[in-house]
């Protein structure tokens, strides 16, 4: 199965995807954890790239072509060979991100992403997608406290359109993108997408 987490900064997913990991492991999977941008050595020096804060100004458009530059390093050298060895794939972030940041964040045409996702991924698309929701103050509240890259850095209506994008994904995918509420503790999030995982699969 290949299973991605998905949601605004600070909603939890990276906490989420590493404890899901931890439990398909606990439970006899062969799984890796991976992320995006980055994931293959190529990809995360585009990762390091892309978020580094900088005085010049990033355009939008570059922006989105780092984005599928990464993914295209990680589905060919990772994720896809990964899949052929029958090994499960969790991955924080993927294709969503793209079309709710660089799409409903950045006002690039949406359909146009979609048509770059698919020549990057070669079609490929998650089986399942746990879209991590909280409201963006919540987000930002977890995270003040550390360093923030160039994209946490954006202007609070950036994130809250971001947020809309990822709910309009789901809304427009309810058979792969289910909505998970993360204002709960770890645990009980967790609870709630093992369940969810139970019903979808019949693994466990
Ligand atoms: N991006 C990415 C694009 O613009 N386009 C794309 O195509 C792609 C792939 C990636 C950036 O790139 C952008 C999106 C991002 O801006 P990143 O460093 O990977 O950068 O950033 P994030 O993926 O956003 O990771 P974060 O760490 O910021 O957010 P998470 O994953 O939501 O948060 P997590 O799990 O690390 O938790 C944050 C804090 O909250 C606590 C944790 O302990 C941690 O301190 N926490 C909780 N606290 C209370 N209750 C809970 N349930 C909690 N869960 C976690």
């Given amino acids: 199965m290949f299973i991605t987490f998905e949601g ?6 990276s906490t989420q995807a590493k404890l899901l990991y931890e439990w398909l492991l606990d439970n006899g999977k062969e799984v890796i954890l991976t992320r995006e941008p980055g994931g293959t050595p190529a990809a995360e020096e585009i ?25 295209g390093f990680h589905v060919e050298n990772l994720i896809k060979p990964s899949l052929r060895e029958g090994i499960w794939v969790i991955c924080d972030r993927f294709v ?9 964040g950045r006002g690039i045409d949406v359909k146009l992403i979609e048509n770059l ?18 409201p963006v103050e919540v987000g930002f509240e977890r995270i003040e406290k550390r360093k923030q890259d160039r994209m946490e850095k954006e202007e609070i209506n950036f994130h809250k359109r971001v947020r809309e994008g990822f709910l309009e994904i ?9 909505v998970v ?7 009980e999030v967790l609870k709630n997408i093992i369940e969810i995982l139970r019903q979808r699969t019949d693994a466990f």
């Avoid at 698309?125 to 879209?131: G, R, V």
């Fill in 47 to 71: 990762r390091n790239f892309i978020l580094e804060p900088r005085e010049e100004s990033f355009p939008p458009f570059s922006e989105l072509c780092l984005y599928m530059a990464a993914r």
């Fill in 170 to 178: 789901a809304r427009a995918n309810p058979e792969r993108v289910v």
């Fill in 181 to 187: 509420d993360g204002r709960g503790s770890a645990d």
């Fill in 117 to 134: 996702n698919k020549e990057a991924t070669g079609g490929l698309e998650p089986d399942l997608t746990f879209l991590i929701d909280v």
């Fill in 8 to 13: 605004i900064e600070g909603c939890g997913k």
């Fill in 96 to 104: 969503d991100s793209t079309v709710a940041y660089q799409g409903y």
